[in-house]
């Protein structure tokens, strides 16, 4: 890229980017101008969870190869169990895509940032203004656990908090797998009670048949995303700016996956898939799930972490009464975060190697190859650091009132956590 647009371009990055980490050449940018290009050029934004900071190399040096836009995310649930946090993962995206010699355009996103009660939406008050003061530059709300109408005045809240130029997802209908589907009528409730206040989402994430983690095809469970009830609700929801991000694709095949342009999804996240790597796991080629063979994981010797590391994280896993195919694995990546970190090359490259291969190939199925210079193009061209959309407000708050709350007032929430 032309050394003079570069640098002017780094003059326009976001302000909180330009402060949290002076003297910095990365492409780090705000959510926002990452969601219109794609949406211009029909592409899907790959939003990547960093359970730990090796998948973040990988998807970065994959995304560097592909002149792709990336999203690299981390839920606030996974910040209690992994060793990544909102305090060090922008600097350690600056580290590496230094190493990389910068250049390559990423965007980080607080995933799932769960409100179920007033006490949360009063310490997100706190915690969202001050991770973005460290340079995060987009923002999912997800009050998707309570009803319609305080889903709806919780993300009215926190997203009333949250600066116009930061990218924002917001969400209805909790995330629970197959035949759990968020109907039109709460989606055009909940977006349109949002214009209303003058908060105006760049994605909605929606339950559409997929769940987050691992799909037991062993005990006949499948992907089940419902590619029609999401175009339904995305061209409910086309009028106010607002398309859809799409959770949980860990797990579905590729070719499907290649297809979610087509039904209105223009942001997919992608999780589990790098822990399997991390771990070593036997994947379906065409998918990323893990394989299970008898109630268990499968742990390949020639993939991921030692084997012998992986044998004393099972016994730990054992020692908790955790199935051996139980999501709760993830849980330890922050006790064993010290000694994967420290593993010796062969297999931190073996990790980084796999990593970026399966990010590739995410990359060209979601049409993003070659983007990520055109979100530099587009901001250079703007010459203004600030992407505050420009929309107005034309639905009226009389349409999402509690009285006509499309669920009654009867909340989902089943007591177990969705969020990751």
């Not at 983690?213 to 061209?235: F, H, N, P, Q, V």
């Not at 994280?313 to 993830?330: E, F, I, L, Q, T």
């Not at 073996?350 to 199925?365: H, M």
Request: charged share 25%; aromatic share 8%; with cysteine.
């Amino acid at each position: 890229m032309d050394e003079a647009l570069y640098r002017r371009f780094l003059e326009l990055r976001p302000l909180n980017v330009i402060n949290a980490l002076p003297g910095s050449r990365c492409a780090l940018v705000s959510g926002r101008d990452i969601a219109r290009v794609a949406e211009d050029n029909h592409a899907i934004v790959m939003a990547c969870n960093i359970r730990n900071p090796l998948s973040a190399l990988g998807i970065l040096t994959a995304a560097k190869k592909a002149d792709s836009f990336v999203l690299l995310e981390l839920a606030k649930s996974e910040a209690t169990y992994t060793g990544v946090n909102f305090t060090n993962l922008p600097s350690l995206a600056m580290q590496y895509s230094s190493q990389l010699g910068d250049g390559v355009v990423y965007s980080l996103h607080m995933d799932h940032f769960a409100i179920k009660s007033n006490d949360d939406l009063m310490e997100a008050l706190a915690v969202v203004p001050d991770a973005i003061s460290k340079g995060w530059t987009s923002v999912a709300v997800d009050a998707s656990h309570n009803h319609d109408w305080e889903n709806l005045m919780f993300t009215r809240d926190l997203a009333m908090h949250i600066p116009p130029y930061i990218g924002l997802e917001t969400e209805v209908g909790e995330i629970k797998g197959a035949g759990v589907l968020t109907t039109v009528e709460e989606a055009e409730y909940y977006i349109g009670g949002l214009n209303s206040w003058g908060i105006f989402p760049d994605y909605l994430a929606i339950s559409n048949g997929s769940k987050h983690g691992t799909y037991d095809t062993s005990a006949g469970e499948d992907e089940g995303i419902d590619l029609k009830r999401t175009k339904d609700i995305a061209d409910a929801i086309a009028g106010y700016g607002v398309t859809i991000a799409q959770h949980g694709i860990s797990g579905t095949p590729l070719d499907k996956v290649g297809r979610f342009r087509d039904y209105g999804i223009n942001k997919g996240n992608v999780g589990t898939l790098w822990q399997n790597i991390l771990f070593g796991l036997e994947m379906d080629p065409e998918s990323g799930n893990a394989v299970m063979y008898g109630g268990s994981y499968v742990k390949r010797p020639d993939r991921g972490i030692p084997m012998e590391l992986w044998n004393r994280m099972v016994k730990v896993a054992d020692a908790n009464g955790w199935p051996r195919n139980s999501g709760n694995y993830k849980k330890l990546n922050l006790s064993f975060h010290s000694e994967i970190m420290a593993l010796p090359v062969e297999y931190r490259k073996r990790i980084l190697d796999d990593t970026e291969k399966w990010a590739l190939r995410f990359f060209e199925a979601f049409g993003s190859v070659g983007l990520g210079s055109e979100v530099i193009k587009t901001i250079v061209q703007r010459d203004d650091w600030n992407p505050a959309p420009e929309r107005r407000i034309v639905a009226g708050r009389g349409d999402s009132t509690q009285a006509n709350a499309p669920d009654g007032g009867s909340a989902a929430d089943n007591g177990k956590d969705y969020s990751d």
